[in-house]
T-cell receptor, first 113, second 114 residues
Framework: AQKITQTQPGMFVQEKEAVTLDCTYD???????LFWYKQPSSGEMIFLIY??????QNATEGRYSLNFQKARKSANLVISASQLGDSAMYFC??????????FGQGTTLQVKP | DAGVIQSPRHEVTEMGQEVTLRCKPI?????LFWYRQTMMRGLELLIY????????DSGMPEDRFSAKMPNASFSTLKIQPSEPRDSAVYFC????????????FGPGTRLTVT
């Protein structure tokens, strides 16, 4: 069965420092997509970054990068130069070829000034 | 561009009443998803449609829940009769079909059943 695991319920980081949010996944499909979403306290779900299972390079989007280690089935999110506005819940998700998106339990990130 | 539109944004109802949640996906998107988010269970996929056809409704909790997509620009999620344990935030999301495409979420409907 497909599964996404986020083992860090909560994380703290000092403003301007980098932080890594962990995500591991399990699937037998050769083709899949990995996504990270941000959910601030206002509740909306914001797409951050995508990594395809066949992509050779790690995805980057501004201050976000995805550390994709396929053999270890991990897709960690790295946020560089943290800002106060980065405080939110972060969800890792996997989408299979049928289109289903399966979410992890989320990690709450608090950025300290 | 308009994103995914959901209505109502908040709904408070009494146990036993019928509740209908509405969603308008992003124009051109051919996949639509309904999720439920609770503290206990996190984000759960309830049902999704490709090209207006339900593909997987295995996440629908029970027969009290039903979803329809009569056309490419509208979907409903109905709960009849509602129960207090249905209280949650219900999200609708849409995307292009396929594993490589991100899903765009609506603002959600916060449902409270008393």
């Amino acid at each position: 069965a497909q599964k996404i695991t986020q083992t860090q319920p909560g994380m703290f980081v000092q403003e301007k420092e980098a932080v890594t949010l962990d995500c591991t996944y399990d699937t037998s499909d050769p083709s899949y997509g990995l996504f990270w979403y941000k959910q601030p306290s206002s509740g909306e779900m914001i797409f951050l970054i995508y990594q395809g299972s066949y992509d050779q390079q790690n995805a980057t989007e501004g201050r976000y990068s995805l550390n994709f280690q396929k053999a270890r089935k991990s897709a960690n999110l790295v946020i560089s130069a943290s800002q106060l506005g980065d405080s939110a819940m972060y969800f890792c998700a996997m989408r299979d070829t049928t289109g289903k998106l399966i979410f992890g339990q989320g990690t709450t990130l608090q950025v300290k000034p | 561009d308009a994103g995914v539109i959901q209505s109502p944004r908040h709904e408070v109802t009494e146990m036993g009443q019928e509740v209908t949640l509405r969603c308008k996906p992003i124009s051109g998107h051919n996949s639509l998803f309904w999720y439920r988010q609770t503290m206990m269970r996190g984000l759960e996929l309830l049902i999704y449609f490709n090209n207006n056809v339900p593909i997987d409704d295995s996440g629908m909790p029970e027969d009290r829940f039903s979803a329809k997509m009569p056309n490419a620009s509208f979907s409903t999620l109905k709960i009849q009769p509602s129960e207090p344990r249905d209280s949650a935030v219900y999200f609708c999301a849409s995307s292009l079909q396929g594993a490589v495409y991100e899903q765009y979420f609506g603002p959600g409907t916060r449902l409270t059943v008393t």
